[in-house]
Structures are given as C-alpha cells and as structure tokens.
C-alpha cells in the first residue's frame, strides 16, 4: 500500500467520526463551536499519524550574544569540530547551518564575541541555533578580542 492509499485509508474514517461527533454535541445542547474545535482537536491528536506533509509551528527568531571558539575542542560539547559560542550564564551553542568556510567556522578561535540571530532548540541536554544572521562584536578599543 503506497502512502497516500493509507493516508486517505485513515484519514476518511477519522473525518466522519469528527463529523458526527460534531452533530452529537449540537444535538446536546453545547457551544457548538468551542465543542467542534476542542473535539475536532482531541480527536485528530489521538487518532491521526505524524506525516511529513505537517510543518511544525514556525519557531521564533532569537538573539544569543557569547564567546566563540570550538565547540569539540574549546567547550568539549561536540564529537567532532563545530562552530559554538557560549555566553555568560555558562551555556554553550552549537551553531547550525554553518558551513566549514565560513567566517563562523574558519575564525572561530579568533572571532571573540559573536551576536547571533536564528532559531533555537534543545535536544539531548545540548542548546543548538540554526544561524539566520550574526555579528562580530568589536572588541574595546585598545583590547584585542579574547581567544
């Protein structure tokens, strides 16, 4: 069975039992609308298959500000090299979407602190961004940038 037979294979059967159960709470008596949304929900949570055709919710764009360096060899975050920065509460990130020549990999000892925008995420106990944008900080005048 291909995989839109099976989708359409479950989805019709949870289509008509959200229909009835729609009718059975207008026949109730109940708020027809916040019971269809709440039913329409539930049911679909419970029943439905994850498919790759549903996005997620489109995550918020965040601003982290910290001290790059490696995040394998500098902050023993990573198995293998990667760009990270850490910033001062002690969190390490490891940057996502950076590619190995660009200026967040190649100068990652050297960049010192690093303002990065993207989106964030948590997984396993690490912190990740996927970077949309950054920017060097420059260091104070007369001081050299630490790393």
């Known amino acids: 069975m291909n995989t839109m037979s099976l989708m359409k294979s479950l989805l019709l059967p949870l289509s008509a039992a959200v229909i009835a ?3 059975a709470s207008q026949d109730s008596g109940e708020s ?7 039913t329409a929900t539930d ?5 439905a298959p994850a498919t790759a055709d549903v996005m997620p919710a489109e995550a918020a764009v965040a601003s982290i500000t ?7 060899c500098g902050y023993q975050a990573t198995a293998s090299c990667a760009a990270a920065l850490q910033t001062d509460d002690g969190v390490v990130w490891i940057l996502e ?7 967040l990999f190649t100068e990652r000892y050297d960049l ?4 990065v925008k993207g989106t964030q995420r948590e997984e396993d106990g690490l912190h ?10 420059p260091a104070p005048e007369g001081e050299a940038h630490e790393g």
């Open 112 to 115: 010192g602190t690093v303002t």
């Open 21 to 23: 159960t729609g009718c």
């Open 66 to 72: 910290g001290t790059m360096d490696c995040g394998h």
């Open 32 to 38: 027809a609308a916040a019971t269809d949304t709440a």
């Open 128 to 137: 990740y961004m996927t970077v949309a944008s950054y920017e060097v900080v």
């Open 43 to 47: 049911t679909a949570t419970e029943t």
């Open 97 to 103: 979407g950076v590619a190995e020549d660009s200026e």
